[in-house]
């Protein structure tokens, strides 16, 4: 039986990754004459797409799973799948707790959808694919983006780095980057649909490298495409950023004056153990080069604390590296150990309450250093893209700085996309506030 107006449902857990492969997933439903419904009791196929990056990402996509699962049991021809990395790391052991659930699909299975859509109207059945390509990188598909000013594109799929802690190079298996053209291909067609700002992605950005070039080059190629205001990308592994890289950066007006560069800890030794592959001060050297290269350049990063391992000591060094570089923005998680990698073997695992308690110490230092680092821009001018109305007041704008904080500031005859000179007067918390000084008054202020 034909279904009238099927609808789909997808819903997303973990990082951006995820949120660009949902489009795609999205993109293909379409194409199967699927239209999208915010209301998942209406679905004909509800989608997981799923993360397994800490247990934490698990648990909550289980507990999702388990309060949805009477939508299945009332309406039993839905098609209720699992996708991404939690697929991918569960398989089939995913059915034995969750026997409700139809699909099971990790990261390199999406092409198969319009089949298993096809063999379902057959056939009722679990349909388990988990296979990792060394190639598959969805060229040629057409996502179906969300709605907002920032189009997501993915360049590489997988890593090879192995980082000890990591599930991601086992949940999205081998580094494989995606063809120049098919890129920048999809980043005009974004352009087009009206996209300003383009976020590229990989597990690994900066280690993209193709016959045509390495990332550099694909950078500096996605900053001449016509339109394309702003571009950032996420996330780099220190171990790839050069010279070449921060040139481009320095060069491109579009190309936001901002690295997410992941620390994950402070002392050497724990840095070896994870297999990070630089030291403390390879990494504060890398650092100053960012500064020297885009003086006025925000940081960000990620940081681990209670790796196997981790005494006081090594955890001291990671707060001495964060009061040197004063990072923009962290984003600090307690260890959480992944059955299969290489951490998860260490006997020397930390105490979830020094974990606890360190994390706590981490987050009350970057509070301040967010401060502190938005403080600075008091009473200087910063090019803001206009993004949405602010929650707080229809009369108010919320955009985000080339450093990707976010600034309030009462609207005037700007439109979203457009990106305007903010004087900054106020930070507070990770926010800042400011007024839009125009164009003449600037010449005049310089005059
Ligand atoms: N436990 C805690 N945090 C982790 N991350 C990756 N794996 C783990 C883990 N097992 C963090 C890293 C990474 C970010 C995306 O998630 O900091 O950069
Ligand atoms: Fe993204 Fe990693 Fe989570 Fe997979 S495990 S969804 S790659 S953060």
Known sequence: MEMLNPQYFIETFGCQMNVADSELVAGML????????????????????????????????????????????????????????????????????????????GPDSYRRIPEIINNRKKQNGHEVDTRLSKYEVYDNL????????????????????????????????????????????????????????????????????????????????????????????????????????????????????????????????????MNRTYSKTEFLNLVDTIRKYIPN????TDIIVGFPGETNADYEETLEVMNKVVFDRAFMFKYSSRPGTKAAEYTDQVDEDIKQERLARLIDLQQTHTLEANQRHIGKVLKVMVEKESKKSPLQWSGRTEGNMGVIFDKNEEQIKDIVNILIQDAQGVSMFGNRVLEKEMIHEIN
């Open 30 to 105: 379409q194409k199967c004459g699927y239209s999208e419904t915010r209301d998942m009791t209406q679905a004909d196929i509800i989608f997981m797409n799923t993360c397994a990056i800490r247990e934490k990402a698990e648990e909550t996509v289980h507990h999702r799973l388990d309060s949805i699962q009477h939508l299945k049991k009332r309406k039993p021809e839905m098609i209720f799948g699992v996708l991404g990395c939690m697929a991918q790391n569960l398989k089939n052991d995913l059915l034995e707790s969750k026997p409700y659930v139809d699909v099971i699909l």
């Open 142 to 273: 057409m996502p179906s983006r969300q709605e907002g000013v920032n189009a997501f594109v993915s360049i590489s799929r997988g890593c090879d780095k192995f980082c000890t802690f990591c599930i991601v190079p086992f949940t999205r298996g081998r580094e494989r980057s995606r063809s120049n053209d098919s890129i920048i291909g999809e980043v005009k067609d974004a352009v087009n649909n009206g996209f300003a700002e383009i976020t590229l992605l990989g597990q690994n950005v900066n280690s993209y490298r193709t016959e045509e070039g390495k990332f550099p080059h694909l950078l500096e190629a996605v900053a001449m495409v016509p339109g394309v205001k702003r571009i950032r990308y996420m996330s780099p592994h220190p171990q790839d950023m050069d010279d070449h890289l921060l040139q481009v950066m320095s060069e491109h007006e579009n190309i936001c004056n901002y690295v997410h560069l992941p620390l994950q800890a402070g002392a050497d030794r724990i840095l070896q153990r």
């Open 297 to 300: 350049c925000s940081i960000s």
